[in-house]
């Protein structure tokens, strides 16, 4: 696997190619005091806090694992390779969606951007996205 970081920097490029992908299914944030008897494969990923494991997962796997969950998201994938330390990218897409009342949790993976959003909105957030990245909206 080619781990080099290559992604684009350059926020005009990144805004305009960031072609986002709408997942299937529902996804659920929860957190754990471990991850005995969770299976990895559960797991989207996992972050560890000080007051626990957040973990995210389709919604159909907590309820398999019997895990509390109160939010349930839409998975968005913003398929630009953007640079780790690019500027203003998440500020640009953040702000788009926080001006039509959509609030995202955003997590940055090597390679690209994932989107969740409340599943109500995700429709809504897609269209702002895309219009966005086509110049029909402005970043500020």
């Keep these: 696997m080619d781990t080099s970081q290559k992604g684009i920097k350059e926020l005009s490029v990144l805004i305009e190619s960031m072609e986002p992908i709408l997942h299937d299914g529902d996804y659920i944030f929860t957190m754990v005091e471990n991850t005995d008897g969770i299976p990895r494969e559960?797991?989207?990923?996992?972050?560890?806090?000080?007051?626990?494991?957040?973990?995210?997962?389709?919604?159909?796997?907590?309820?398999?694992?019997?895990l509390p969950y109160s939010f349930i998201t839409a998975w968005i994938t913003l398929s630009v390779q953007s640079s780790l330390d690019a500027v203003g990218f998440t500020a640009a897409f953040s702000t788009a969606l926080a001006r039509n009342g959509i609030s995202c949790n955003v997590v940055a993976g090597y390679f690209h951007d994932?989107?969740?959003?409340?599943?109500?909105?995700k429709d809504r957030a897609l269209k702002i996205l895309l219009k966005l990245s086509e110049g029909k909206i402005y970043p500020e």
């Design 42 to 66: 559960s797991t989207l990923f996992e972050f560890k806090e000080q007051e626990g494991i957040t973990l995210v997962m389709t919604k159909e796997e907590a309820e398999k694992l019997s």
């Design 114 to 121: 994932h989107i969740f959003v409340n599943k109500n909105d």
